[in-house]
């Protein structure tokens, strides 16, 4: 990070960078009680394979045109970018074999919500299945789905979310992406804290092999209802294997924007407690900015991080 200047003014992004850092701090270190009593002590990440968690950002300005219609052939090209740079591989086919092989049946999770209506793009998701099927995987054993997806079966998931500021959970990306894998959805809704629990299902549990978040057209607003005004076209594909870094890195982005909106501070609320809890709790990866190494490719304008 660089330092300002010693005689320079406190600019408004200063501001802004600083207030999202500052919320995103409180919501993930907040004091707060163990949740899940099958958690151990000595638990470790089974997603985050080392001590700094990768989290792939690249952002490019045609994948979104005139009337928010996505290029699909843009969005193809940043999936294998970051895909590839996240596996540092440099060809796609050698990058996607990494992450599933010919013999697996592979679930692709994607988000359909009918309630805040912000779902992933079929671009992604067309985008990831074609990968996975040129990877060797027969179509009758790939199932990409949001609800009844048949996660018990499959030996592979790959988590595809979109990312929306949530009335109940604060936020909603890749973690909550997984809640209608459990029988009891509404457990998980105010308070949150316990979501974690999903990824350590026996069905779920060490499956996820890559998560791909749609980060194109995010909302940052208030809900149940979308408010247009809230919805902004960011352009941007995310990828890692650490649930818990891709969560703290999109509410970073989206507390960034409510604050450049409002002008000044504006928390998420409710608080995202599930992300410390995902991390202190579950061991499912890091909270922790510090171990979280975000590399960023393509456009830069307005990336808020």
């Known amino acids: 990070m660089k330092k300002r200047r010693a005689g320079r003014a406190f600019t408004r992004r200063d501001f802004i960078k600083g207030a999202a850092m500052g919320t995103l701090g409180m919501a993930l270190y907040g004091k ?59 060809d796609a086919a050698k990058a996607w074999a990494k992450y599933v092989r010919a013999d697996d049946t592979v679930g692709v999770k994607f988000t359909r919500c009918d309630y805040m209506r912000v779902h992933t793009d079929q671009a992604v998701i067309d985008a990831v299945v074609k990968r996975v ?27 595809v979310p979109s990312v929306k500021v949530h009335t109940l959970t604060g936020i909603a990306v890749s973690m909550k992406n ?39 057209r995010p909302y940052f607003g208030p809900g149940p209802q979308i408010n247009p005004l809230h919805r902004w076209n960011y352009h941007g594909i995310m990828v890692s294997n650490d649930p818990v870094a891709v969560e703290s890195v999109c509410l970073n982005i989206c507390q960034a924007k409510r604050n450049l909106f409002k002008g000044e501070a504006w928390p998420i ?37």
């Open 32 to 90: 707060g009680k163990p949740v899940f009593a099958g958690a151990k002590a000595d638990a470790v990440p089974f997603t985050a394979e080392n001590p700094e968690s990768v989290v792939v950002l690249i952002r490019n300005e045609r994948a979104i045109g005139a009337a928010d219609k996505v290029d699909a052939a843009v969005v193809q090209e940043m999936i294998d970018t970051a895909v590839k740079q996240f596996s540092g591989e440099a």
């Open 133 to 159: 099927g040129e990877a060797g995987v027969g179509q009758d054993r790939i199932y990409a789905q949001d609800g009844g997806l048949p996660f018990a079966k499959c030996t592979a998931l790959i988590n």
């Open 178 to 216: 997984y809640i209608n894998f459990s029988p009891a959805p509404s457990k998980y809704h105010a308070p949150s804290t316990n979501l974690g629990e999903i990824f350590l299902m026996p069905d779920v549990k060490g499956k996820t092999r890559l998560i791909v978040v749609d980060i194109l």
């Open 269 to 305: 609320t409710p608080p995202p407690d599930f992300i410390a809890a995902a991390d202190k709790t579950y061991k499912l990866g890091t909270s922790d900015p510090a171990k979280i190494k975000l590399i960023k490719l393509g456009w830069d304008k307005d990336i808020l991080i």
